[in-house]
């Protein structure tokens, strides 16, 4: 495997980067390599989705094993706390639009709006798993194409 694909791999998995950083380097490979864009961009899609289940495996798991470390508990601890105090506001306005503000939030091809975000939000008010897991999987889906879109857009003009 190219060591290009490894990096948008590796950026695929990342936080902030995620499949907006990792799949126009795809992309920019299968072009310049005259390969099928598909294949990659499926994999691109399903390693940033088994992101998540790492991530509340993680934030279901781990979190109360590393409360025992002070620098831990200290700093994360208190963060989340506090945020889960200040959820109540953010629970009320979710509750009107369910799910889809998820889907929506995740579905936004900016940094910080992915994958890893989203599982934190839903991590953070509680939210059902398994509808979680769902609307994270459906906004990186529908990222997942618009930046797809957009790296074909832009680099059909240099291909």
Known sequence: MDAQ???GLLL???PIFELRGGLPFVV??????GLSIWPYFLLVV????LVVLLLFLFFDFLHDSFMRL????FVVGKWVERTRKKAGDVWRRFDRWGYLALVAF???PLPGTGAWTGTLIAWILGLDRKKSFAAIAAGVVI???????????LLSWFY
């Not at 920019?28 to 390599?33: H, P, T």
């Not at 399903?46 to 989705?49: D, H, K, P, Q």
């Open 5 to 7: 694909i490894l990096i």
């Open 12 to 14: 695929t998995i990342l």
């Open 106 to 108: 995740v579905a936004i």
């Open 143 to 153: 990222a997942g194409l618009l930046v797809l879109f957009a790296s074909l857009g």
């Open 70 to 73: 002070r620098p831990y508990r």
């Open 46 to 49: 399903v390693l940033n989705i």
């Open 28 to 33: 920019e490979y299968c072009l310049s390599n």
